[in-house]
């Protein structure tokens, strides 16, 4: 299940004020971003395949600072946090080498990224 993630609770994991270890999968997203519409199938889908992962939402037109915060440039975007610790490890999943024509990211590159920074 992907749940949405408000901007209190961004700011709390971003500021390392989460004490509970967790590993969180976030999707970056904008109401205008096709890509973005696309994807949301395939990355709910995602989050019933990992037990060890948590998997949110984000609506960029809540916050539209974090994309200059977790230096990222455009929509979707996934970020992978590790998180208990004081400060949270944070990885941005770059762009693929070749993007999917309807989601950007495929199911396949997401899945390579979870595992390689979980």
Not at 22 to 31: D, E, L, Q
Request: proline share 6%.
């Amino acid at each position: 299940m992907v749940a949405r993630l408000s901007k209190l609770s961004l700011q709390k994991i971003l500021s390392g004020q989460i004490k509970d270890a967790a590993t969180i999968a976030v999707k970056f997203y904008a109401n205008r971003c096709h890509f973005c519409h696309a994807l949301k199938d395939s990355y709910e889908s995602l989050s019933s395949e990992y037990d060890d992962v948590l998997f949110f939402a984000f609506n960029m037109e809540d916050y539209p600072d974090v994309g200059r915060i977790l230096n990222f440039e455009g929509v979707p975007t996934i970020c992978l946090m590790k998180v208990g610790n004081e400060t949270p490890r944070i990885r941005v999943m770059s762009e693929p080498e070749e993007p999917h024509p309807d989601t950007w990211y495929s199911v396949p590159n997401i899945k390579t990224f979870i595992e390689k920074e979980k």
